[in-house]
Nanobody, 126 residues
């Protein structure tokens, strides 16, 4: 069975940090780009970050550039999202997803993702 398990969410004060993990199994991890999406209450899902299969190419939503860092460890079949200087507007459910090869600066498209994990809730208090 394919599994993507996102974890690491929680309640943090503004300015704080969290590290999300996306542990995967059941598919060839290093064949896929990994993306993080988020969905805030009452809003649509947006792409936050993406990392190519080798880690050479990354994408960040403008509002998180300089604060969030995506990484992956292909030996552990796990991807990470380090989130620093968190803001209340970062509050959302965060999802990791495995998708097709990523070569560009364009945001990943949720409809093109092949596998999805369950969300992990990030709440940033002011």
């Amino acid at each position: 069975d394919v599994q993507l398990q996102a974890s690491g969410g929680g309640l943090v004060q503004a300015g704080g940090s969290l590290r999300l993990s996306c542990r995967t199994s059941g598919f060839t991890f290093d064949d896929y780009a990994i993306s993080w999406f988020r969905q805030a209450p009452g809003k649509g899902r947006e792409a936050v970050s993406c990392i190519s299969s080798t880690g050479a190419i990354t994408y960040y939503l403008n509002s998180v550039k300089g604060r969030f860092t995506i990484s992956r460890d292909n030996a552990k079949n796990t991807a990470y999202l380090q989130m620093n200087s968190l803001k209340p507007e970062d509050t959302a459910d965060y999802y990791c997803a495995a998708g097709p090869p990523y070569y560009s600066d364009d945001p990943p498209v949720s409809g093109e993702m092949v596998y999805w994990g369950r969300g992990t809730l990030v709440t940033v208090s002011s």
